[in-house]
């Protein structure tokens, strides 16, 4: 017995508190392996799901491998590509990260499931001519390649924190394995043109049009003496061209499978709906504006509701029509299985679209954040009108880019749109400053100082522009590669 009653308990708390601060560390360090046992689970049940679905057919062991593989593609999607959505909202305070990731799976899984696309390209949009790879189970080893591949570099990308196009890793991804199989003649050159000069339309376009919106609310709102009148003035006129927008945007790109309505009469559709919903908000901003200091902080109040109902309309828009293009080869390997023919174009399954609503909504709850803050946070400072005047002109650019003709990537579009809102900041804080130096006859902020200031991460921007543009060779090499390795396992 101890000869100072208490000293045991004090002992025992001691060596406690160790016991907790053990369990602290493991619980820190097994958090990241939770999402990727998830994430394998998963993928695990989409090969088994396969395999009762087609286990008693003739050669089912492709299927069942590849809709493993794009159970895997669909949650890199859901980890990279919806970030561009959800991250201004995010990073604009305007929606919690758990609230942006329940609203981003449920709008992404119905986009996908209630207007996903019908029907795909056998090759992913005319990449490859069919006629130049005749042997079924070649076409079969290509499709699986290419599927594999812009998973593998989506995966790597969303690892070093870039948003990356999934379109232009599955298109990559065809065109190296095409390659592979039949020779560079076999690629259509003029379709890779256009995608290459979408490397450059799509974020200068998605940044010039954010640059003017941002352009006009300041010059309109923010910069005027009385800013709660001039916002009930322009806020309901802003929300109508939000709406508009997005309703034209939907019927062009997300609604295929509804009804298909040609560019004019999509215009027309969405005028009528901006032009109901500028009547609609006029009186909700003006009741939700009394009381409201005149300061910028009240605005933030205003635009705070349009811009999470814009980044729910990116979702769906995305889910309709970008998941398609994502399990194109993981389609196009069912079909060519079935019918021993990949010509044309073929219809997706109904599973393969489940499997892609939920991979996409698995990868966003288990990775998405990464990114999600990157957008949002890590690029240029954002707050509900930056974030706003981004996802304004994501489907705004889209609109512009199919009436020239021209694909674009709504990837590049919407971190186009972040850039283009931090550089013409850091461009009207520039004038702003000279003009304050001439009127007060004061010295200019040193040139050093200068930089120090700048509103946009540099180092964020080099990495995610050399990510694009390696995007397409990088997932063609590795499919290539992987195309070779499986013709000569296999």
């Known amino acids: 017995m101890t000869d100072q009653p ?9 060596d406690l508190n160790r016991i907790s ?6 619980i820190y360090i097994s958090r990241p392996l939770v999402g990727l046992g998830v994430a394998l689970a998963f993928i695990i049940v ?8 087609f286990g008693g057919q003739s050669g089912s062991a492709p299927v069942v491998a590849a809709a493993a593989l794009g159970a895997y593609m669909a949650l890199n999607i859901g980890a990279n590509d919806v970030a561009n959505n959800m991250g201004p909202a995010v990073g ?10 329940v609203i981003a799976a449920l709008c992404e899984s119905a986009g996908a499931l209630l207007a996903g696309g019908d029907v795909v390209s056998t090759i992913s949009k005319g990449i490859i001519d069919p006629a130049a790879v005749a042997d079924t189970r070649v076409f079969i080893w290509a499709m ?3 599927l594999l591949s812009s998973a593998l570099w989506v995966n790597l990308a969303t690892w070093i924190g870039a948003p990356v196009s999934t379109t232009h890793s599955v298109v990559g991804g065809v065109m190296g394995a095409g390659i592979a199989a039949a020779g ?4 259509n050159w003029g379709s890779m043109g256009t995608i290459a000069l979408s490397w450059v339309v799509s974020p200068l376009l998605g940044g010039i049009i954010a640059a003017g919106f941002l352009w006009f609310i300041k010059a309109r709102i923010i910069y005027q003496a009385d800013k709660i009148a001039a916002a009930r003035r322009w806020v309901p006129v802003l929300i109508g061209i939000m709406m508009g927008t997005f309703t034209t945007y939907l019927a062009v790109k997300g609604l295929n499978r509804i009804l298909t309505v040609d560019l004019s009469l999509a215009a027309l559709i969405g005028l009528g709906v901006g032009a109901v919903c500028y009547i609609g908000s006029a009186p909700l901003v003006r009741r939700q504006s009394r009381g409201l200091e005149n300061r910028n902080r009240s605005l933030k109040a205003l635009f705070g509701l349009p811009l999470v109902i814009s980044a729910a309309l990116l979702s769906f828009a995305h889910g309709a029509n970008d998941v398609a293009n994502a399990v194109g080869p993981l389609a196009a390997i ?9 010509a044309g174009s073929v219809t997706i399954p109904h599973w393969v679209m489940v499997l892609g609503a939920f991979g996409i909504s698995f990868g966003l709850i288990l990775f998405g954040p990464k990114l999600i ?15 706003f005047c981004v996802a304004l002109s994501a489907a705004v650019t889209v609109i512009v880019a199919s009436w020239l003709g021209l694909p674009v990537s709504s990837t590049h579009i919407a971190v186009g749109g972040v850039f283009g809102v931090g550089f013409f900041r850091e461009w009207y804080h520039e004038k702003r400053l000279d003009e304050t130096a001439r009127s007060k006859k004061v010295k200019r902020i040193a040139a050093e100082e200068r930089q120090r200031r700048k509103l946009v991460r540099r180092s964020h921007f080099m990495t995610i522009v050399a990510a694009w543009v390696i995007t397409v060779p990088a997932a063609a090499l590795m499919s290539a590669a992987l195309f070779w390795l499986l013709s000569h396992l296999l």
């Open 6 to 14: 208490g000293k045991e308990w004090t002992t025992l708390d001691k």
């Open 92 to 101: 604009a305070n305007a929606l919690t990260m758990g609230g942006a990731i």
């Open 46 to 53: 989409a090969g088994l799901a396969a395999a009762v679905l």
């Open 184 to 187: 560079f003649a076999s690629v």
């Open 373 to 387: 803050r990157m957008v949002g946070s890590q690029i240029t400072k954002l707050n509900p009108m930056r974030a």
């Open 334 to 342: 069912v079909h060519a299985n079935a019918y021993g023919s990949f």
């Open 144 to 146: 699986m390649a290419a």
């Open 21 to 26: 601060q053990v369990e602290h560390a493991t």
